[in-house]
């Protein structure tokens, strides 16, 4: 008979995914890391993963999906989910291996290296999107994880926020561009500035608009 004590996986979940994206979350036993990233589509920095264990003796009330949240927001649940989960990690891919791996293969290096970063090993890890990295335990890809399961959310603000704050520091280096605005994002104003100004350090050579200025900038 099945024990009326929820599992660590099934408290894990915010909303009852489908059958199919469930499966896995209801047959292992331990803990439950959460992964998501922040920053596959800019034309500038690195692409930013976060894993999370949440404890579930500290709810944190809120979590949900990064990109529906405010500013501010993002910033207090990033300092509540540090203090609070079991354990949480933040790793990236730089912009060499981004430009040497693709964006996708240095997402998923990203998601890896937050993964292994985390001080508790989990049992079972939870990744949002359709895409897994390659991991030494039980992992399932949930569309819209972000979403759905608390975990993922979590890991999701802090992804966010760490990039965010990479933004504004760089934006105090390259105050010409804009990053504080934009967020590295190929905006309107971003675009007219790489043209003006040719790319920085910190900007994806390999990306579409940015190839182009570049290519346009030769003799």
């Not at 970063?117 to 390659?134: E, I, S």
Request: with cysteine; aromatic share 4%.
């Amino acid at each position: 008979m099945r024990s009326s004590k929820s599992s660590k996986a099934e408290q894990a979940v915010l909303h009852t995914p489908s059958i199919k994206q469930a499966s896995l979350l209801w047959d292992v036993a331990g803990l439950v890391a959460g992964v998501d990233e922040a920053g596959r589509g800019p034309l500038a920095g690195p692409v930013v993963a976060a894993a999370v264990i949440l404890d579930d003796l500290q709810p944190i009330k809120g979590l949900a999906d990064s990109k529906i949240l405010s500013a501010r927001r993002r910033e207090q649940l990033f300092d509540e989910i540090r203090a609070k989960a079991l354990c949480c990690c933040i790793a990236q891919a730089s912009v060499e291996e981004i430009e040497r791996l693709n964006i996708l293969q240095a997402t998923l290096l990203a998601m890896r290296r937050a993964v292994e970063g985390l001080r508790l090993k989990p049992a079972l890890v939870l990744v949002d999107g359709n895409r897994l990295p390659v991991l030494t335990m039980r992992a399932e890809a949930i569309v819209k994880g972000d979403a759905l399961v608390a975990a993922i959310s979590a890991a999701s603000i802090l992804a966010k926020v760490h990039r965010d704050r990479w933004c504004a520091e760089v934006d105090a280096q390259y105050p010409q561009y804009g990053f504080a605005r934009h967020k590295g994002y190929g905006t309107v104003q971003h675009l007219a500035a790489l043209t003006k100004h040719g790319a920085c350090p910190q900007h994806r050579k390999t990306f579409g608009p940015v190839a182009e200025v570049l290519r346009e900038a030769l003799p």
